[in-house]
Structure formats: structure tokens, C-alpha cells
Nanobody
Framework: QVQLVESGGGLVQPGGSLRLSCAAS????????MGWYRQAPGKQRELVAG???????NYADSVKGRFTISRDNAQRTVYLQMNSLKPEDPALYSC?????????WGQGTQVTVSS
């Protein structure tokens, strides 16, 4: 059974940075395409960034140039470095195995941007 545990969220001022982590267990992490999603109140969950098993990345237009997704296969962890955070970035951020059916989800980590 796949388990995902996200951490690293918190309160940050506009323009600030956070680094999110997602630790995975119960799967062969190194061959999995991983993704970070976010869901704000009243909005649908959206893909923020994805990374393939080979390290190729893709980003939502809204975060390009500000967010960076990376992975450490030895640590079975995927990261999301978020810089220049904006008022529209607050949400519950969750990671998942993009190609799994159904996708497993962790509890998520809350990101709040406020001055």
C-alpha cells in the first residue's frame, strides 16, 4: 500500500519561499512519475508540477519560473521549492503518483501567503 507524507507548509509573506517534501513508501519510488497538486477552497485540484522517473519536469503556467520540482530516489522523496510566493498560491498542497489508478494521496500540507 502506497503511503505519502507531505510536509513543509506554513505561513509566509508574499515574495517568500517554502520547500515542500513528500516522502513515499510502499512503492518502487524510482520508477514512478510524481506530481504536486494543490487545491484552494472552492476550487478544483490542479497540477502544479510533475517529474518523471527520468527527471523530466513540467509546470503549470502560473508557477513557471518560481517553483522547482525535484526528487531524491535514495530518500524516496519528491520536493517542491516555491519561491516568490504570491497571494494566489495559498492552498492545500499534495503529492501523488501521477500514473497510478487510483491516485494515492497523503494528508497534504497547507501553504498560506499573507502579510
Amino acid at each position: 500500500q502506497v503511503q505519502l507524507v507531505e510536509s513543509g507548509g506554513g505561513l509566509v509573506q508574499p515574495g517568500g519561499s517554502l520547500r515542500l517534501s513528500c516522502a513515499a513508501s510502499g512503492t518502487i519510488f524510482s520508477i514512478m512519475d510524481m506530481g504536486w497538486y494543490r487545491q484552494a477552497p472552492g476550487k478544483q485540484r490542479e497540477l502544479v508540477a510533475g517529474i518523471t522517473s527520468g527527471g523530466s519536469t513540467n509546470y503549470a503556467d502560473s508557477v513557471k519560473g518560481r517553483f522547482t520540482i525535484s526528487r531524491d530516489n535514495a530518500q524516496r522523496t519528491v520536493y517542491l521549492q516555491m519561491n516568490s510566493l504570491k497571494p494566489e498560491d495559498p492552498a492545500l498542497y499534495s503529492c501523488t503518483l501521477i500514473r497510478a489508478i487510483p491516485r494515492p494521496w497523503g494528508q497534504g500540507t497547507q501553504v498560506t501567503v499573507s502579510s
